[in-house]
């Protein structure tokens, strides 16, 4: 006989944990009775079931069917109502916008507690975590909340491709300054720095913030021609993947953004031989600079597949997208950055 062990809960209803429910079902029994009421439910198996079936969305009853796609949201449940796939994402996207700063909303805490549900799932299995990536004052008011988790943060990071490192200076500038405002937060401003310097990547951003002149000096143009080409001992970038086949994800769009570049900082990038490494060797003097101006790089371009490819670029080698970009960023802050 072969039994499912479900878990189901209503996506139309704010999340609370105690309103999950357990199913079982035997066989072909019909699974609308073990529902309890009219709704739209998201079934999935429970960690023991001994089969499990990919998690689903099942609508009892009319009731379900109520969202209105040409108005904005105000929680999770009635962005999961509206039934349009693109259309549902979208309205995720603008809710988490309209929540910057708002670091104490209950959103973050439902979240939360819907996560520790559902953990044994993919990322992708529910839609507000696809609207959250989406929006990059969003993640980074999360970040800031009370309930942001690095186990959370990280499987955002790789399973949705979130990348960090385009949020810009300013944002990070805004957030910190609103967050250190409560005094109970500075307690915390050490286990924070690791969050992001050793959970996101973002290893100077503290440093960056915080310095007032970075000079143009020959140390630094000499600390990127070894990161790229390398020096007696020292490969660089070019040396260590000499035999690798280079990644050329977003090649278009980093290749034309690099163009755009102010020759103040072009002018201090070494010369790359090859064009199928410039990709990945540019890549982080393009993030570094459009941190610190915001419309360098447009929402319109940044598509999903751009995105992904655009992290799938930073893990080709991430110790040399790291230090660039942390070196990089510096020097943009100094030079081309208005608070």
Not at 89 to 98: A, L, N, P, S, V
Not at 99 to 104: G, I, S
Not at 131 to 160: C, Q, W
Not at 167 to 177: G, Q
């Amino acid at each position: 006989m072969i039994e499912l062990q479900l878990k189901a809960f209503r996506l139309d209803e704010s999340f609370n944990p105690n309103n999950l429910i357990d199913i079982s079902i035997s066989n072909n029994n019909d699974i609308m009775p073990c529902l309890p009421n009219d709704g739209r439910w998201f079934l999935f198996s429970q960690t023991n079931s001994q089969f499990k079936i990919a998690p689903m969305v099942i609508l009892k009853g009319i009731e379900a069917i109520n969202g209105d796609p040409q108005q904005p949201i105000n929680s999770l449940a009635e962005g999961s109502n509206i039934l349009e796939y693109k259309i549902r994402i979208d309205r995720f996207k603008e809710f988490f916008d309209g929540l910057h700063l708002n670091f104490n909303h209950g959103v973050w805490k439902e979240l939360y507690e819907l996560y520790k549900a559902t953990e044994h799932l993919p990322m992708n299995a529910l839609d507000m975590w696809k609207g959250l990536v989406k929006s990059p004052k969003g993640m980074l008011t999360y970040l800031f909340s009370p309930y942001a988790d690095p186990i959370i943060i990280t499987r955002l990071t790789n399973e949705l491709g979130f990348v960090w490192h385009m949020i810009s200076v300013f944002r990070w500038h805004e957030c910190f300054n609103i967050w250190l405002d409560n005094e109970d937060n500075i307690q915390y401003i050490e286990e924070f720095r690791n969050i992001i310097e050793d959970t996101i990547g973002l290893e100077k951003l503290f440093t960056n913030l915080n310095q007032q002149n970075f000079a143009v000096n020959d140390n630094y143009k000499n600390d990127l021609f070894i990161e790229i080409n390398g020096a007696a001992g020292t490969p660089g970038i070019i040396g260590r993947h000499n035999d690798a086949d280079w990644p050329c994800y977003a090649s278009n769009l980093i290749i034309e953004k690099f163009k755009l570049l102010p020759p103040a900082l072009k002018n201090t990038i070494p010369r790359v031989q090859y064009g199928w490494q410039k990709p990945i060797v540019f890549l982080p003097f393009i993030l570094a600079y459009h941190s610190v101006n915001g419309k360098f790089i447009l929402v319109q371009e940044l598509t999903p597949e751009i995105l992904m490819g655009i992290k799938l670029n930073i893990n080709f080698d991430k110790k040399y997208f790291d230090d660039i970009y942390a070196k990089v960023q510096g020097f943009c802050i100094t030079n081309f950055y208005r608070n």
